[in-house]
């Protein structure tokens, strides 16, 4: 065996699509391919250990923002116990400001870029010659039609036990300057029914979750439309094993075609992704982001109150020029929108992304360290942005874990940003903690935390008990409020 193909993946159940773009695309070069995996969190011995098992003469690595640091440390050990060993660096991490790097310094070659075709010709040039004399290879982009699809390589292990991830596109057509895809200027389908094919063929060896990576599902609505109908003919035939979905939408663009599909799924069918990020249009305008707000914010409430869709929506915290009170202003819109579950995230600066033009007039600084998070900016200071960060850290225990159901909405009354804001520097004094949080012992606080706003411990214990009493995990958070009060908010959408 001559090339290993690794990474180190965030979870064991992500299972990694560009490794396995790469190993379908290696060509002649594929009998000679392994493929292994890790998970961050390993010991860096154990995973040089395991790569020298195989006797590589070359091992790949796909670097990412969540595994940069992690997999820095793998490659200076490899390269210090086994330096003839030929290390390749690939994926997105390294695609851009490449030189400055550390791990790129430890490594023999980089490439940037689209990998399908230039790896499997470095690794070709690197066996048999001539040697390649550039350590940085700008990836060349083959026609789609050329890349072979890689959902075969997926193991009967990998259907049973993790994420499929695939993708119908790759690609975006839009500019948010704080994402990688903005570099991409455009979207490039492969051909949908090779593509669908494949799906069909994971399909009967018994796949039944496909994770859609297409960063933007609903751009081409006739594509949407066939891929969704394969989904719903998979659901008609075989009701009682169902098939599950998740997409990226962009959202603004739910023409009623689309709506008329998306109302057939049934419940736990479907899944939407849906990044709002701000719902302030000088901020938008900043970053290069064009959303319609009042049309996105429409389909959301179609979509919650029409369809059986489980919605995820994200919004950014730290763009620049949003203040602490125009991000609360957006959260607590989308809030009354009642999506299923907000993402609250954090700004990243990632590497290559055009956001890095507002650094100075906006005075962003970015910890140098990955994932590059927001540490403070002209509008919010550094201890207001560890505040936001540990709102979103409890967001994701108390809300969007949905075991407050019922609670939720007493917590967080009318003004749910600046409520939950209050509860969170609250809990935060109290237990000076954001993880490793048992869950009894977040019940004793909610439960405190209520008494403090004035609630009586009986009904604060009985409130908490009903988010025990089961049904209450699967509701949307805001839809449990009560009606006059939710038609308030939905009204100040
Ligand atoms: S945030 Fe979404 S819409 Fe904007 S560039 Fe990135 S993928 Fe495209």
Redesign the pocket.
Known sequence: MSILLTTLNARYTHASLGLRYLLANMGALQEQTRLQEFVIGAKATEIVERILSYSPKIVGFGIYIWNVEETTKVVAMLKRVAPRVVVVLGGPEVSHETHEQEIVKLADYVITGWGDVTFPKLCGEILHGPKPLMKVHAGVQPPMAEIKLPYSLYTDDDIKNRTLYVEASRG?P???EF?L??LDKTAWPFALDSFLAEMESLYQRGARLFKFVD??FNLNIKTSLKIMQFFLDKLEANPDDPVYAHFEL?PDHLPDALKEGVSKFPHGALQFEI?I?SFNPAVQTLVS?KQDNQKAADNIRWLTTQSHAHMHVDLIAGLPGETVESFAEGFNKLWALAPHEIQFGILKRLRGTPIIRHTQEYGMVYDPYAPYTILANRDIDFATMQRLVRFARYWDLVANSGRFAHTLPVLLGELPFQRFMAFADWLYANTDATHRIALERLVAMVSRYLQTQGMDKADADALLATDYSGGAKAKPAAEATPAPKRQARRLAA
């Open positions: 975006c839009f500019k948010c994402c895809s903005a960063r933007t962009v990044g990020q982001r």
